[in-house]
């Protein structure tokens, strides 16, 4: 018989409550019905140690630096691209040549102005060799171009699909000072974690494993704006304390699924508090599973097809996720229907016959107490879920002859030991959808992307043929020919399975209904705030 959902979530750690800071008061303005000024208090249930969204893209970065430092574009209440840094933009017919006109009378934090050499200095030196993601989307990117201060003409080797760029540039366009990186070693920059940006707010303090403060930029380009005085971000690793801490007003937001599962199913009916997918739209995500192919048995497709198999998808889902979400079809969700390929389904339901088989065929049959072999499992734990998963894939994975060991890190060094000194054997944890498959899905299966990379292919795989549909994607001007492609490349993925997207889910805010403007647009976590304010509680 079957555990029951409440004898799985039994499985969860229980996490005691903590002691944080006390309320904070708010000063009333006389913009209407606004309320300016007050300290909005955002809760982080993890620590990258690295604020410059240039250089990692993580929205564990962009909740913080996102209101300090700017990108080019944005997503609009809709989910159009509108601009930020830029004011417009136009690409020549070939689509090799692509311009930006950039906004006057913006001044970063430090006095100096912008211009058009900074994002000349971001997309060569930045974007195109150092930040995840990033590297494989400008890999044909040339040179940047700068006629005059407030111009950047983009020039590729093959074709780049505006709309493409223009998605992808909202996670992947921030820009930090020229004056301050260039000539430097940037990854050990100071400005890494004191960042100085064009933003709504100026960074004052991070304390590492506590808190980052920012505050109200007085000399904002958006005239009257920001209504808050200051933002603080608290880590809270506890997520039940966190929970503690929003029912008692010591934090008024936390985004992406940062409280407990359990917790933002019974704050969803409490009349205090909003929980809510909206404002997290652009960001779909899976829970996923990457194999090192450098260990001989994961570099076998049957071995992978086989864990494939031990894994009953539905049953996690609806015993450790409350029902949320359901399996992933395969690296693209069903929510991009620009691009999702629903003709191609994933081939390996939860059948512990077909793994048994597939692992005597592939020669590793069971050895002295049933063990075939054992694996050392990684979770980067950005959510409640990674380890629970990490236990589920155990428990799933003995049955078969597969003994796992779980490795527990925290999230810096997880990220270290999988993509870094790639000393894993699976790990798991969780990939970001970000409306086009080529910002930043395609570079998970794409050989190429500098060793260290976070979230790319890190795992000692390679396929000529997804390398090469991959690039033909996305230089692909045709809309109609594009999704062609991906449905031919979702269906290469799944047959190779060379990483597993397990699930398809959407993200969760839990919010004080003190919290005005927010969850306003479909990147609102990852938004700059600049309209965000605290009604008198």
Known sequence: MKPTRRDALLLAPALAAGTLLGRRALAQGAAGDVTRGGVLTAHLAGEQRILNPALRA?????????????????????????????????????????????????????GKPFTSADVQYNAMELWKTQLNYSTQLQQYLTAVDTPDE????????????LDLLLRALCDLGYVVPKHLFAGTNVLENPANTAPVGTGPFRFVQYERGQYVIAERNPD???????????????FINDRSAASAALESGQIQVSAYNGLPMADLDRLAKDDRFTVTTRGTEANAFNNTLEFNHRRKELSDVRVRRAIAHAIDVPFFIENFLYGQGHPAN?????????????????????????AEALLDEAGY??????????????PIQNGEDVPLLATYIQQSLQPVGIRVEIVNLDIAGALAAVYRDWNFDMATGWHQYRGDPAVSTTVWYRSGSPKGAPWTNQWGWKS???????????AELDPAKRKALYAEWTKEINEALPIWMITEREFQTAASKRVRNGMNYPRWGSGDWHDTWLAAG
Not at 84 to 108: C, H, S
Not at 151 to 157: E, G, I, K, L, P
Not at 330 to 347: L, Q, W
């Open 58 to 110: 993580s929205t564990g970065v962009y909740i913080i630096t996102s209101k300090m430092i700017e990108s080019l574009v944005d997503l609009d209440a809709g989910g159009k691209p509108v601009g930020v840094l830029a004011t417009g933009w136009e690409a020549a017919p070939d689509g090799k040549t692509i311009t930006f006109r950039l906004r006057e009378g913006v001044k970063w934090h430090d």
């Open 464 to 474: 000529e043929k997804i390398d090469e549909l991959t690039d033909q994607a996305a």
């Open 220 to 234: 904002y380009w958006r005239q009257g704006f920001p209504y808050l005085d200051r933002i603080v971000w608290r």
């Open 330 to 354: 395969g690296p693209i969700p069903s929510s991009s229907t620009s691009f999702y390929p629903a003709d191609v389904k994933f081939p390996y339901a939860f059948d512990r016959k077909k």
């Open 365 to 378: 049959r069971r050895g002295a107490g049933g063990v075939r072999f054992t694996l050392r499992l990684v």
């Open 150 to 161: 407030r111009t950047a003409v983009f020039r590729y080797s093959q074709p780049m699909p």
